[in-house]
Protein backbone atom coordinates (compact mmCIF):
# COMPACT_ATOMS: atom_id res chain seq x y z
CA UNK A 1 0.00 0.00 0.00
CA UNK A 2 1.20 3.19 -0.61
CA UNK A 3 2.62 5.51 1.51
CA UNK A 4 -0.06 8.16 3.47
CA UNK A 5 0.97 11.81 4.27
CA UNK A 6 1.23 11.58 8.02
CA UNK A 7 3.77 8.12 7.31
CA UNK A 8 5.95 9.92 4.93
CA UNK A 9 5.55 12.89 7.16
CA UNK A 10 6.87 10.59 10.20
CA UNK A 11 9.88 9.07 8.16
CA UNK A 12 10.92 12.93 7.04
CA UNK A 13 10.81 12.99 11.16
CA UNK A 14 13.04 10.62 12.13
CA UNK A 15 15.61 11.49 9.34
CA UNK A 16 15.83 14.95 10.70
CA UNK A 17 16.04 13.39 14.04
CA UNK A 18 18.65 11.50 13.13
CA UNK A 19 16.43 8.21 14.90
CA UNK A 20 18.25 5.96 12.82
CA UNK A 21 17.61 2.47 14.02
CA UNK A 22 13.77 2.85 14.54
CA UNK A 23 13.94 4.33 10.77
CA UNK A 24 15.65 1.33 9.85
CA UNK A 25 13.34 -1.06 11.04
CA UNK A 26 10.16 1.12 9.44
CA UNK A 27 12.19 0.96 6.35
CA UNK A 28 12.95 -2.74 6.09
CA UNK A 29 9.19 -3.20 6.31
CA UNK A 30 8.22 -0.73 3.45
CA UNK A 31 8.03 -1.51 -0.08
CA UNK A 32 11.07 -0.59 -2.14
CA UNK A 33 9.56 1.21 -4.69
CA UNK A 34 8.25 3.84 -1.36
CA UNK A 35 11.77 3.56 -0.02
CA UNK A 36 12.96 5.28 -3.47
CA UNK A 37 10.53 7.78 -3.26
CA UNK A 38 11.61 8.75 -0.31
CA UNK A 39 15.24 9.10 -0.75
CA UNK A 40 14.74 11.07 -3.82
CA UNK A 41 13.14 13.52 -1.17
CA UNK A 42 16.16 13.90 0.82
CA UNK A 43 18.98 15.64 0.53
CA UNK A 44 21.96 14.10 -1.21
CA UNK A 45 23.76 13.77 2.13
CA UNK A 46 20.28 11.95 3.84
CA UNK A 47 19.91 10.44 0.97
CA UNK A 48 22.78 8.55 1.29
CA UNK A 49 22.77 7.98 5.00
CA UNK A 50 19.36 6.51 4.55
CA UNK A 51 20.50 4.40 1.61
CA UNK A 52 23.43 2.78 3.81
CA UNK A 53 21.17 1.79 6.13
CA UNK A 54 19.47 -0.81 4.32
CA UNK A 55 20.02 -4.43 4.10
CA UNK A 56 22.50 -5.45 1.33
CA UNK A 57 19.42 -7.24 -0.20
CA UNK A 58 16.78 -4.60 -0.09
CA UNK A 59 19.44 -1.66 -0.85
CA UNK A 60 20.07 -3.44 -4.35
CA UNK A 61 16.13 -3.28 -4.61
CA UNK A 62 15.61 0.44 -4.29
CA UNK A 63 18.83 1.46 -5.88
CA UNK A 64 17.07 -0.61 -9.25
CA UNK A 65 13.92 1.58 -8.52
CA UNK A 66 15.46 5.06 -8.35
CA UNK A 67 15.44 8.09 -11.23
CA UNK A 68 18.91 7.66 -13.26
CA UNK A 69 19.75 11.07 -11.32
CA UNK A 70 19.53 9.99 -8.03
CA UNK A 71 21.62 6.55 -9.02
CA UNK A 72 24.31 8.65 -10.02
CA UNK A 73 24.32 11.10 -6.52
CA UNK A 74 24.29 7.38 -4.99
CA UNK A 75 27.62 6.30 -7.31
CA UNK A 76 29.42 8.96 -6.80
CA UNK A 77 29.34 9.17 -2.99
CA UNK A 78 29.82 5.25 -2.20
CA UNK A 79 33.09 3.21 -2.72
CA UNK A 80 33.84 0.83 -5.06
CA UNK A 81 33.16 -2.49 -2.78
CA UNK A 82 29.71 -1.29 -2.10
CA UNK A 83 29.18 0.15 -5.76
CA UNK A 84 30.18 -3.96 -6.61
CA UNK A 85 27.97 -5.32 -4.31
CA UNK A 86 25.10 -3.25 -5.87
CA UNK A 87 26.04 -4.18 -9.82
CA UNK A 88 26.20 -7.38 -8.78
CA UNK A 89 22.48 -7.40 -7.29
CA UNK A 90 21.00 -5.90 -9.91
CA UNK A 91 19.18 -7.72 -12.42
CA UNK A 92 21.35 -7.39 -15.82
CA UNK A 93 18.32 -5.61 -17.57
CA UNK A 94 18.19 -2.88 -14.65
CA UNK A 95 22.42 -2.63 -15.27
CA UNK A 96 22.61 -1.98 -18.41
CA UNK A 97 19.70 0.28 -18.55
CA UNK A 98 21.73 2.22 -16.41
CA UNK A 99 24.49 2.35 -17.97
CA UNK A 100 23.35 3.94 -20.94
CA UNK A 101 21.63 6.43 -18.82
CA UNK A 102 25.03 7.88 -16.96
CA UNK A 103 27.55 9.66 -18.23
CA UNK A 104 30.56 8.23 -19.83
CA UNK A 105 32.76 8.95 -16.79
CA UNK A 106 30.17 7.37 -14.09
CA UNK A 107 29.96 3.90 -16.42
CA UNK A 108 33.84 3.43 -16.82
CA UNK A 109 33.80 3.77 -12.81
CA UNK A 110 30.48 1.00 -13.45
CA UNK A 111 32.36 -1.64 -15.63
CA UNK A 112 35.55 -1.20 -13.41
CA UNK A 113 33.88 -1.92 -10.55
CA UNK A 114 31.93 -5.14 -11.96
CA UNK A 115 32.90 -8.74 -11.84
CA UNK A 116 34.54 -9.78 -15.74
CA UNK A 117 31.03 -11.85 -15.90
CA UNK A 118 29.32 -8.79 -15.15
CA UNK A 119 31.25 -6.90 -17.74
CA UNK A 120 31.17 -8.91 -20.56
CA UNK A 121 27.53 -9.57 -19.97
CA UNK A 122 26.61 -5.86 -19.40
CA UNK A 123 28.95 -5.55 -23.30
CA UNK A 124 26.76 -8.19 -24.98
CA UNK A 125 23.61 -6.15 -24.39
CA UNK A 126 24.66 -3.13 -25.13
CA UNK A 127 25.96 -4.01 -28.71
CA UNK A 128 21.73 -5.05 -29.37
CA UNK A 129 20.06 -2.36 -31.36
CA UNK A 130 18.60 0.19 -28.99
CA UNK A 131 14.67 -0.64 -28.41
CA UNK A 132 15.06 -3.95 -29.48
CA UNK A 133 13.90 -7.24 -27.50
CA UNK A 134 17.35 -7.87 -26.91
CA UNK A 135 18.01 -4.60 -25.21
CA UNK A 136 15.48 -5.21 -22.77
CA UNK A 137 15.73 -8.63 -21.88
CA UNK A 138 17.57 -10.41 -19.17
CA UNK A 139 19.62 -13.12 -18.47
CA UNK A 140 17.97 -14.02 -14.73
CA UNK A 141 15.73 -17.45 -16.36
CA UNK A 142 15.46 -20.53 -14.80
CA UNK A 143 16.57 -23.14 -17.82
CA UNK A 144 16.23 -27.03 -17.16
CA UNK A 145 16.85 -30.19 -19.14
CA UNK A 146 14.46 -32.44 -20.95
CA UNK A 147 15.55 -34.87 -19.36
CA UNK A 148 15.41 -33.99 -15.76
CA UNK A 149 12.29 -35.39 -13.57
CA UNK A 150 10.32 -32.76 -11.86
CA UNK A 151 12.20 -33.82 -8.29
CA UNK A 152 14.97 -32.96 -9.87
CA UNK A 153 13.62 -30.02 -11.47
CA UNK A 154 12.32 -28.45 -8.29
CA UNK A 155 15.79 -29.19 -6.70
CA UNK A 156 17.12 -27.25 -9.64
CA UNK A 157 14.96 -24.15 -8.85
CA UNK A 158 15.33 -24.15 -5.00
CA UNK A 159 19.58 -24.02 -5.12
CA UNK A 160 19.36 -21.46 -8.58
CA UNK A 161 15.66 -19.42 -8.38
CA UNK A 162 16.45 -17.07 -5.81
CA UNK A 163 17.90 -14.55 -8.18
CA UNK A 164 16.17 -15.30 -11.25
CA UNK A 165 13.77 -12.62 -13.10
CA UNK A 166 10.74 -15.29 -12.56
CA UNK A 167 10.50 -19.18 -11.89
CA UNK A 168 6.80 -19.64 -12.86
CA UNK A 169 8.16 -19.84 -16.16
CA UNK A 170 10.97 -22.58 -17.16
CA UNK A 171 12.31 -22.98 -20.41
CA UNK A 172 13.55 -26.43 -21.53
CA UNK A 173 16.96 -26.12 -23.58
CA UNK A 174 19.73 -28.39 -24.79
CA UNK A 175 23.72 -28.43 -23.55
CA UNK A 176 23.37 -26.10 -26.63
CA UNK A 177 20.82 -23.66 -25.60
CA UNK A 178 18.49 -24.62 -27.91
CA UNK A 179 14.85 -23.49 -26.87
CA UNK A 180 13.11 -26.79 -26.68
CA UNK A 181 10.28 -25.85 -25.21
CA UNK A 182 8.07 -23.97 -21.67
CA UNK A 183 7.28 -25.87 -18.82
CA UNK A 184 5.21 -24.10 -15.79
CA UNK A 185 5.77 -24.40 -12.39
CA UNK A 186 2.10 -25.52 -12.36
CA UNK A 187 2.65 -28.18 -14.35
CA UNK A 188 5.51 -29.03 -12.66
CA UNK A 189 3.32 -29.21 -9.30
CA UNK A 190 0.55 -31.27 -11.15
CA UNK A 191 2.98 -34.19 -12.24
CA UNK A 192 4.53 -37.32 -10.05
CA UNK A 193 8.13 -36.73 -9.30
CA UNK A 194 9.01 -39.10 -11.19
CA UNK A 195 7.59 -37.42 -14.43
CA UNK A 196 10.55 -36.38 -17.09
CA UNK A 197 10.36 -32.57 -18.07
CA UNK A 198 9.94 -33.53 -22.04
CA UNK A 199 6.87 -35.01 -20.88
CA UNK A 200 5.00 -32.63 -19.74
CA UNK A 201 6.68 -29.10 -21.47
CA UNK A 202 4.85 -27.25 -24.12
CA UNK A 203 6.90 -27.84 -27.21
CA UNK A 204 4.55 -24.85 -28.95
CA UNK A 205 7.22 -21.93 -27.78
CA UNK A 206 6.19 -18.17 -28.39
CA UNK A 207 9.26 -16.42 -28.83
CA UNK A 208 10.98 -13.64 -29.94
CA UNK A 209 14.44 -12.41 -31.67
CA UNK A 210 16.81 -10.65 -29.87
CA UNK A 211 16.10 -7.67 -33.04
CA UNK A 212 12.91 -7.66 -33.47
CA UNK A 213 11.58 -4.22 -31.96
CA UNK A 214 10.18 -3.85 -28.60
CA UNK A 215 6.68 -2.43 -29.28
CA UNK A 216 6.57 -5.62 -31.28
CA UNK A 217 7.18 -7.71 -28.47
CA UNK A 218 4.90 -5.31 -26.30
CA UNK A 219 2.17 -6.32 -29.01
CA UNK A 220 2.73 -10.06 -28.87
CA UNK A 221 2.55 -9.85 -24.73
CA UNK A 222 -1.10 -8.65 -24.92
CA UNK A 223 -2.02 -10.21 -27.57
CA UNK A 224 -0.99 -13.82 -25.53
CA UNK A 225 -1.30 -12.92 -22.29
CA UNK A 226 2.10 -13.54 -21.82
CA UNK A 227 4.14 -13.42 -17.94
CA UNK A 228 7.25 -13.68 -19.56
CA UNK A 229 8.51 -14.13 -23.28
CA UNK A 230 11.90 -15.91 -24.09
CA UNK A 231 14.74 -13.82 -26.72
CA UNK A 232 16.67 -16.27 -29.34
CA UNK A 233 18.86 -15.97 -31.38
CA UNK A 234 18.79 -16.78 -35.34
CA UNK A 235 19.94 -20.53 -34.69
CA UNK A 236 16.56 -20.59 -32.12
CA UNK A 237 19.33 -20.16 -29.07
CA UNK A 238 17.52 -18.72 -26.06
CA UNK A 239 19.57 -16.16 -24.57
CA UNK A 240 17.44 -14.35 -22.32
CA UNK A 241 13.64 -13.40 -21.83
CA UNK A 242 11.18 -10.58 -21.46
CA UNK A 243 9.33 -10.23 -18.32
CA UNK A 244 6.16 -8.09 -18.05
CA UNK A 245 7.54 -5.81 -15.70
CA UNK A 246 9.74 -4.89 -18.61
CA UNK A 247 7.35 -4.32 -21.20
CA UNK A 248 4.95 -2.13 -18.88
CA UNK A 249 7.59 0.22 -18.84
CA UNK A 250 7.75 -0.06 -22.88
CA UNK A 251 4.34 0.91 -22.78
CA UNK A 252 4.69 3.30 -21.39
CA UNK A 253 7.64 4.77 -23.05
CA UNK A 254 6.11 3.89 -26.72
CA UNK A 255 2.67 5.27 -25.11
CA UNK A 256 4.55 8.66 -24.65
CA UNK A 257 6.53 8.91 -27.98
CA UNK A 258 3.33 8.76 -29.78
CA UNK A 259 1.39 11.13 -27.79
CA UNK A 260 4.05 13.37 -28.30
CA UNK A 261 4.43 12.73 -31.78
CA UNK A 262 0.90 13.44 -32.10
CA UNK A 263 1.27 16.82 -30.56
CA UNK A 264 3.91 17.75 -33.55
CA UNK A 265 6.47 17.51 -31.02
CA UNK A 266 9.90 15.27 -31.32
CA UNK A 267 9.90 12.64 -28.68
CA UNK A 268 11.72 13.10 -25.49
CA UNK A 269 12.73 9.96 -22.55
CA UNK A 270 13.06 12.35 -19.45
CA UNK A 271 9.57 13.20 -17.34
CA UNK A 272 8.22 17.25 -18.25
CA UNK A 273 10.05 18.59 -14.99
CA UNK A 274 13.20 17.21 -15.21
CA UNK A 275 13.32 18.13 -19.12
CA UNK A 276 15.28 21.79 -19.58
CA UNK A 277 13.26 24.87 -21.59
CA UNK A 278 15.61 24.61 -23.90
CA UNK A 279 15.25 21.24 -24.78
CA UNK A 280 11.62 21.50 -24.53
CA UNK A 281 11.73 24.29 -27.23
CA UNK A 282 14.28 22.39 -29.42
CA UNK A 283 11.78 19.61 -29.54
CA UNK A 284 8.43 21.80 -30.62
CA UNK A 285 10.57 23.96 -33.18
CA UNK A 286 10.83 22.22 -35.98
CA UNK A 287 7.78 20.82 -36.25
CA UNK A 288 6.24 24.18 -35.67
CA UNK A 289 8.53 25.35 -38.59
CA UNK A 290 7.38 22.41 -41.09
CA UNK A 291 3.39 22.88 -39.64
CA UNK A 292 4.05 27.17 -40.27
CA UNK A 293 5.69 26.50 -44.18
CA UNK A 294 2.94 23.87 -44.76
CA UNK A 295 -0.03 26.37 -43.78
CA UNK A 296 1.28 29.05 -46.17
CA UNK A 297 0.00 26.89 -48.75
CA UNK A 298 -3.19 28.25 -47.42
CA UNK A 299 -2.30 31.35 -47.98
CA UNK A 300 -1.57 30.69 -51.70
CA UNK A 301 -5.04 29.68 -51.80
CA UNK A 302 -6.81 33.07 -50.05
CA UNK A 303 -4.32 34.64 -52.37
CA UNK A 304 -5.66 32.75 -55.37
CA UNK A 305 -9.04 33.31 -54.42
CA UNK A 306 -9.29 36.77 -53.40
CA UNK A 307 -11.71 38.36 -56.36
CA UNK A 308 -13.87 35.68 -54.92
CA UNK A 309 -13.91 36.65 -51.41
CA UNK A 310 -13.62 40.33 -52.18
CA UNK A 311 -17.05 40.16 -54.85
CA UNK A 312 -18.57 38.83 -51.43
CA UNK A 313 -17.30 39.60 -48.20
CA UNK A 314 -19.89 37.75 -46.25
CA UNK A 315 -18.07 34.05 -47.80
CA UNK A 316 -15.07 34.92 -45.05
CA UNK A 317 -17.25 34.86 -42.28
CA UNK A 318 -17.60 30.60 -42.83
CA UNK A 319 -13.72 30.18 -43.33
CA UNK A 320 -13.09 29.19 -39.62
CA UNK A 321 -16.00 27.31 -39.33
CA UNK A 322 -15.47 25.16 -42.28
CA UNK A 323 -11.44 24.50 -41.50
CA UNK A 324 -12.50 23.98 -37.65
CA UNK A 325 -15.08 21.43 -38.53
CA UNK A 326 -12.73 19.50 -41.00
CA UNK A 327 -9.41 19.61 -38.73
CA UNK A 328 -11.79 17.90 -35.78
CA UNK A 329 -13.46 15.72 -38.49
CA UNK A 330 -10.24 14.40 -39.56
CA UNK A 331 -8.34 14.21 -35.94
CA UNK A 332 -11.06 11.86 -34.98
CA UNK A 333 -10.84 9.53 -37.87
CA UNK A 334 -6.65 9.32 -37.58
CA UNK A 335 -7.19 9.09 -33.68
CA UNK A 336 -9.00 5.97 -34.02
CA UNK A 337 -6.72 4.68 -36.87
CA UNK A 338 -3.35 5.41 -35.34
CA UNK A 339 -4.85 3.19 -32.34
CA UNK A 340 -5.93 0.52 -34.08
CA UNK A 341 -2.23 0.31 -36.07
CA UNK A 342 -0.90 0.54 -32.68
CA UNK A 343 -3.06 -2.54 -31.47
CA UNK A 344 -2.41 -4.39 -34.78
CA UNK A 345 -5.98 -4.37 -35.33
CA UNK A 346 -5.94 -2.86 -38.56
CA UNK A 347 -3.19 -3.45 -40.93
CA UNK A 348 -2.05 -1.64 -43.98
CA UNK A 349 -3.75 -4.28 -46.31
CA UNK A 350 -7.14 -3.05 -44.58
CA UNK A 351 -7.09 0.16 -46.12
CA UNK A 352 -9.63 -0.23 -48.32
CA UNK A 353 -12.54 -1.71 -46.17
CA UNK A 354 -11.30 1.16 -43.62
CA UNK A 355 -11.76 3.71 -46.79
CA UNK A 356 -15.57 2.32 -46.76
CA UNK A 357 -16.49 2.90 -43.60
CA UNK A 358 -15.09 6.34 -42.91
CA UNK A 359 -17.05 7.31 -46.11
CA UNK A 360 -20.18 6.23 -44.78
CA UNK A 361 -19.50 7.92 -41.22
CA UNK A 362 -18.37 11.13 -43.17
CA UNK A 363 -21.52 10.87 -45.08
CA UNK A 364 -24.05 10.47 -41.75
CA UNK A 365 -21.58 13.30 -39.94
CA UNK A 366 -21.67 15.43 -43.18
CA UNK A 367 -25.31 15.00 -43.52
CA UNK A 368 -26.12 16.04 -39.78
CA UNK A 369 -23.39 19.00 -39.21
CA UNK A 370 -24.48 20.63 -42.89
CA UNK A 371 -28.19 20.54 -42.18
CA UNK A 372 -27.92 21.83 -38.76
CA UNK A 373 -25.74 24.54 -40.45
CA UNK A 374 -27.25 24.95 -43.12
CA UNK A 375 -30.85 26.35 -41.46
CA UNK A 376 -28.69 27.87 -38.73
CA UNK A 377 -27.61 30.10 -41.23
CA UNK A 378 -30.56 30.24 -43.07
CA UNK A 379 -32.21 31.78 -39.77
CA UNK A 380 -29.32 33.83 -39.15
CA UNK A 381 -28.63 35.75 -42.84
CA UNK A 382 -32.25 35.23 -44.03
CA UNK A 383 -32.27 36.61 -48.15
CA UNK A 384 -28.91 34.58 -48.60
CA UNK A 385 -29.85 30.69 -49.20
CA UNK A 386 -27.61 30.36 -51.82
CA UNK A 387 -24.60 31.55 -49.71
CA UNK A 388 -25.92 28.89 -47.07
CA UNK A 389 -26.52 26.11 -49.08
CA UNK A 390 -22.97 26.73 -50.28
CA UNK A 391 -21.57 26.11 -46.94
CA UNK A 392 -23.71 23.28 -46.11
CA UNK A 393 -22.62 21.24 -49.20
CA UNK A 394 -18.56 22.64 -48.41
CA UNK A 395 -19.38 21.36 -45.08
CA UNK A 396 -20.42 18.11 -46.69
CA UNK A 397 -17.70 17.36 -48.63
CA UNK A 398 -14.93 18.77 -46.07
CA UNK A 399 -16.40 16.15 -43.68
CA UNK A 400 -16.07 13.65 -45.99
CA UNK A 401 -12.40 14.15 -47.46
CA UNK A 402 -11.29 15.00 -43.82
CA UNK A 403 -12.75 11.31 -43.00
CA UNK A 404 -10.95 9.69 -45.68
CA UNK A 405 -7.73 11.91 -44.91
CA UNK A 406 -7.82 11.17 -41.40
CA UNK A 407 -8.23 7.04 -42.36
CA UNK A 408 -5.88 7.17 -45.27
CA UNK A 409 -2.50 8.85 -44.34
CA UNK A 410 -1.60 7.04 -41.18
CA UNK A 411 -1.70 3.73 -42.84
CA UNK A 412 0.24 5.04 -45.57
CA UNK A 413 2.36 5.59 -43.00
CA UNK A 414 2.33 2.56 -41.55
CA UNK A 415 2.52 0.77 -45.32
CA UNK A 416 6.06 3.29 -45.86
CA UNK A 417 7.49 1.97 -42.23
CA UNK A 418 6.98 5.43 -40.65
CA UNK A 419 5.59 6.04 -37.13
CA UNK A 420 1.47 6.43 -37.77
CA UNK A 421 1.35 9.01 -34.73
CA UNK A 422 3.32 11.71 -37.47
CA UNK A 423 -0.66 12.18 -39.66
CA UNK A 424 -1.92 13.07 -36.22
CA UNK A 425 -3.74 16.23 -35.68
CA UNK A 426 -1.05 19.01 -36.59
CA UNK A 427 -0.09 17.43 -39.63
CA UNK A 428 -3.80 16.35 -40.42
CA UNK A 429 -5.55 19.61 -40.36
CA UNK A 430 -2.86 21.45 -42.26
CA UNK A 431 -3.56 19.09 -45.42
CA UNK A 432 -7.56 19.47 -44.88
CA UNK A 433 -7.26 23.28 -43.79
CA UNK A 434 -6.04 24.02 -47.64
CA UNK A 435 -8.54 21.09 -49.21
CA UNK A 436 -11.00 22.82 -47.48
CA UNK A 437 -10.66 26.04 -48.47
CA UNK A 438 -10.22 24.63 -52.19
CA UNK A 439 -13.54 23.14 -52.08
CA UNK A 440 -14.94 26.01 -50.73
CA UNK A 441 -14.02 28.82 -53.24
CA UNK A 442 -14.36 26.54 -56.24
CA UNK A 443 -17.65 25.93 -54.92
CA UNK A 444 -18.88 29.19 -54.66
CA UNK A 445 -16.72 30.56 -58.23
CA UNK A 446 -19.38 27.99 -60.00
CA UNK A 447 -22.70 28.86 -58.18
CA UNK A 448 -22.38 32.19 -57.16
CA UNK A 449 -20.65 32.50 -60.83
CA UNK A 450 -17.79 34.48 -59.56
CA UNK A 451 -13.98 34.93 -60.99
Request: glycine share 4%; aromatic share 6%.
Given at each position: ?12 S ?55 E ?9 E ?56 I ?28 E ?22 L ?17 I ?48 A ?29 I ?9 S ?74 A ?41 L ?39
Amino acid sequence: MELTNEERDDLHSLVERKQFKQLKDKLCDMNEVDIADLISELSPESALVIFRLLPKDLSSEVFACMEIEQQQTIINSIEDRELNQIIEDLAIDDAVDMVEELPASVVKRILKAATPATRSLINQYLQYPENSAGSIMTAEYVALRPSMTVEESFDYIRKNGVDKETIYTCYVITPARKLLGVVTLKDLLMNPYETIVEDIMDDHVISALTTDDQEEVASTFTKYDLLALPVVDRENRLVGIVTVDDIVDVMEQEATEDFQKMAAMMPSEKSYLKTSVFTLARNRIPWLLILMLSSMVSGFILNHYEMTFAAIPLLVTFIPTLMDTGGNSGSQASTLIIRGLALDEIEPGDILRVIWKELRVGMICGVTLAGINFVRLVIQYPGNVTICALVAVSMFLTIMLAKTLGAILPILAKALHLDPALMASPMLTTIVDACSMVIYFTLASRLLHLR
